[in-house]
T-cell receptor, first 115, second 112 residues
Framework: NAGVTQTPKFQVLKTGQSMTLQCAQDMNHEYMSWYRQDPGMGLRLIHYSVGAGITDQGEVPNGYNVSRSTTEDFPLRLLSAAPSQTSVYFC??????????????FGNGTRLTVT | AQSVTQLDSHVSVSEGTPVLLRCNYSSSYSPSLFWYVQHPNKGLQLLLKYTSAATLVKGINGFEAEFKKSETSFHLTKPSAHMSDAAEYFCVVSDSSGKLIFGQGTTLQVKP
């Protein structure tokens, strides 16, 4: 099994450009989520989904959109990139959200730079 | 609201000596607590989790953590550090809706 696959690994954008970060999992997990990781701040939740067709905002949702049309895929869209969105982005999934008894499985991250 | 504080941003130990990474949490109810590890340029991997069963939790690679409600702590320990343990470690608490709140991270350096 591939687990959680994120593409691309690296991306450089100019301010105002748009792009989509891709995330796919092959474990039939219902829960999927996007985090951003910034130095000294741990990981902060951007958006999450508890199943196909269901999404919700996390701690830092502004500037990002998500959709969940299938169980496998959970893309993250930046509509108009800003330098403040320079970060490392992680997609994570788990089988269940019931008190997170099942662990989160993380992708290897996308390093995004906005100039 | 739930929160988690990792008391050290950087810990340095010699190979073969004990490891202690400290974590305090704040929660209005009995939380679930986790430790995740991140090796360079990789995603995070679960080390261990506490979900209101035994207070001493054993994880992978010889790590363990003890839940101490009176001290609101969940410190991570390992008796003998290995070079491969060098990584960043995150203490995590679940909030009342099941979302995870991450600490700021502790970088563990292991010297030969």
């Amino acid at each position: 099994n591939a687990g959680v696959t994120q593409t691309p690994k690296f991306q450089v954008l100019k301010t105002g450009q748009s792009m989509t970060l891709q995330c796919a999992q092959d474990m039939n997990h219902e829960y999927m989520s996007w985090y951003r990781q910034d130095p000294g701040m741990g990981l902060r939740l951007i958006h999450y989904s508890v199943g196909a067709g269901i999404t919700d905002q996390g701690e830092v949702p502004n500037g990002y959109n998500v959709s969940r049309s299938t169980t496998e895929d959970f893309p993250l869209r930046l509509l108009s990139a800003a330098p403040s969105q320079t970060s490392v982005y992680f997609c994570a999934s788990s089988y269940s959200t019931v008190d997170f008894v099942s662990p989160l499985h993380f992708g290897n991250g996308t390093r995004l730079t906005v100039t | 609201a739930q929160s988690v504080t990792q008391l050290d941003s950087h810990v340095s130990v010699s190979e073969g000596t004990p490891v202690l990474l400290r974590c305090n949490y704040s929660s209005s109810y009995s939380p679930s607590l986790f430790w995740y590890v991140q090796h360079p340029n990789k995603g995070l991997q679960l080390l261990l989790k506490y979900t209101s069963a035994a207070t001493l939790v054993k994880g992978i690679n010889g790590f363990e953590a003890e839940f101490k409600k009176s001290e609101t702590s969940f410190h991570l320990t390992k008796p003998s550090a290995h070079m491969s343990d060098a990584a960043e470690y995150f203490c995590v608490v679940s909030d009342s809706s099941g979302k995870l709140i991450f600490g700021q991270g502790t970088t563990l350096q292991v010297k030969p």
